[in-house]
C-alpha cells in the first residue's frame, strides 16, 4: 500500500493563515509568534461556548482534562517524548522553577549556569542560594559560539563532586547562539548531575529529539515559536528522572494516592502531576491548535529548514550593511540574530524601525556578561522581502543618525 506524502503548505499559503504577517514584517518571534487563524478560530469557538450555561455543564471539568491532554500528545510527537513525559503550564518560566525549586537541594550543593541564561533560569537559579544555602557557579561561554567541546569544557571545569545541576539555554535569547545541547549533557551526565534546560527559543523552531539530547528536564512555551496565545507552555520530563524533583504545587487535581487521617500523599504517575493547573481552557485549546499546526501541518522538517536558509539570507544582507555589527555567532546560529548598528541604541533602533518602516524586531537588556543588542527574529512565515524591509529600515534610519 501507498505511503501518503504530506503535503506542506507553500509559504505564502503559510502567509495567508497568518494574518499578522501581511500587516508588518513579524520579526519578534523570539519575543511572541504571530497567531495562525486556525488558534484564534478554535478559540473563539470555546469563548462563544462559554458565554453559554454549558460553560459549567457536566463536560466542563472532562473538558480541561481532554484540552490538556491534547497538549500532552502534539507536544510530545514534536519532541520525540510521550504524552505522559509532558506537563501542562503556563509559560517557559514555570517549567524552570518546576526543576529548580522542585530538587531537594542541601546546603553547598552547586548548581552550575551559563553566563547568556535569561532571568526565566538566572532567578530560581540564585533562589536556591537564599532558600537552600547552595552555590551558584557560571560557566562563562562568551557569546556561545566557537569550538562546540570548548563550551563543554567551559561547563565541566565548574564541576564539583557537590554539583548536582546544570541550567542552560538550549538557545541564548540575548546572543542567539545555539548551545551543543546533547554533548553538554552527556558530559553532565557522566559526572552525575541533571540538565535543565529552557526551550523558551528552540521549542518550535528546530527539529527536536528528546531521546537523543537526552536532557532531564525541558521548559517550553506555547506563545513563542509555536505561534500560541500567551500564558501557555509545558515541560518535558525524562521518566527516569521523574523522582529527581518533588511538586511545588500539586495542581493538576490528580488525587495520586491520599491518606488523609495518616497525613500522606504519594503523588500520581507521569509528569502530568507537575500541571500547575488554572489555565484558561480557551488558551489550551489555542496552545493545542496553534503548535498542531505549527508542528505538524506546516511541520518541523520545513520550520527548521526555512529558518536556516533565511537566517543565512539575513547573515549575508546583514554583512553588507556598513556600521552593522552582528552579534549572534554564525557557526552557533538559530533563528535569533542579535547586531548593533553604530550611532543608534538598540532600543532607540527597535522603536524606529516599527514606527516608520512597519519592521517589528525587538532589543534585548544586558545580564551579566549579555551584550546590549537588538536582535531579529526569522522565523518559518517570514520571507526575503521582509529581511530586505528589515535591511532598508536601517539604511533609512542610517541617513538620519
Ligand atoms: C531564553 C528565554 N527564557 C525564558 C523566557 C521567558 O519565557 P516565558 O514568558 O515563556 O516564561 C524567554 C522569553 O523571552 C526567553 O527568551
Not at 19 to 31: D, I
Not at 163 to 179: E, F
Not at 291 to 308: C, F, K, N, S, Y
Not at 354 to 383: C, M, Q, T, W
Request: glycine share 8%; charged share 25%.
Amino acid at each position: 500500500m501507498a505511503t501518503a506524502v504530506r503535503q506542506a503548505p507553500t509559504i505564502e499559503e503559510i502567509r495567508d493563515m497568518v494574518p499578522a504577517t501581511k500587516e508588518v514584517a513579524y520579526m519578534n518571534t523570539g519575543t511572541c509568534g504571530p497567531m495562525p487563524r486556525v488558534a484564534y478560530e478554535a478559540m473563539k469557538a470555546e469563548h462563544e461556548h462559554e458565554l453559554t450555561a454549558s460553560r459549567i455543564d457536566s463536560d466542563h471539568f472532562p473538558a480541561i482534562g481532554r484540552a490538556r491532554n491534547e497538549v500532552r500528545e502534539v507536544v510530545a510527537a514534536a519532541i520525540n517524548a510521550q504524552p505522559e513525559d509532558i506537563a501542562v503550564t503556563h509559560r517557559t518560566t514555570e517549567g524552570m522553577y518546576i526543576a529548580i525549586m522542585g530538587y531537594r537541594w542541601e546546603r553547598g550543593d552547586e548548581l552550575i549556569l551559563s553566563n547568556i541564561e535569561h532571568p526565566g533560569g538566572l532567578i530560581p537559579s540564585f533562589l536556591t542560594k537564599r532558600r537552600f544555602g547552595t552555590r551558584v557557579r557560571v560557566a562563562d561561554v562568551g557569546l556561545g559560539g566557537g569550538d562546540p567541546a570548548d563550551i563543554v569544557k567551559a561547563f565541566e571545569a565548574k564541576i564539583t563532586s557537590k554539583t548536582k545541576m546544570i541550567v542552560l539555554s538550549h538557545i541564548s535569547y540575548t546572543t542567539g547562539a545555539k548551545l551543543p545541547l546533547k554533548e553538554l549533557t552527556e558530559m553532565a551526565h557522566s559526572h552525575d548531575v541533571l540538565v535543565v534546560v529552557d526551550a523558551a527559543q528552540s521549542f518550535g523552531s528546530m527539529q527536536l529529539d528528546m531521546q537523543d539530547l537526552g536532557v532531564d528536564f525541558y521548559a517550553m512555551p506555547g506563545q513563542k515559536w509555536a505561534c500560541g496565545p500567551e500564558g501557555t507552555g509545558s515541560f518535558y520530563v525524562k521518566p527516569s528522572s521523574m523522582g529527581e524533583i518533588d511538586q511545588n504545587f500539586a495542581g493538576g487535581a490528580l488525587p495520586g494516592s491520599l491518606d488523609y487521617y495518616g497525613g500522606t500523599y504519594a503523588p500520581p504517575p507521569g509528569a502530568a502531576r507537575f500541571d500547575t493547573a488554572g489555565q484558561s481552557v480557551t488558551q489550551t485549546i489555542g496552545q493545542k491548535t496553534a503548535t498542531e499546526w505549527v508542528t505538524q501541518t506546516v511541520g518541523m522538517d520545513l520550520v527548521a529548514e526555512r529558518i536556516d536558509t533565511l537566517s543565512d539570507y539575513a547573515y549575508d544582507e546583514m554583512g553588507k550593511v556598513e556600521g552593522l555589527s552582528i552579534v549572534t555567532p554564525r557557526e552557533a546560529k538559530s533563528g535569533l540574530i542579535a547586531f548593533n548598528v553604530e550611532g543608534i541604541d538598540p532600543p532607540d533602533l527597535s522603536a524606529r524601525l516599527a514606527e516608520e518602516h512597519k519592521v517589528i524586531i525587538r532589543y534585548v537588556n544586558r545580564y551579566i556578561n549579555n551584550p546590549d543588542a537588538a536582535r531579529v527574529s526569522l522565523g518559518f512565515y517570514n520571507n526575503e522581502d521582509d529581511i530586505d524591509r528589515f535591511i532598508a529600515g536601517i539604511k533609512a534610519v542610517q541617513t538620519t543618525l
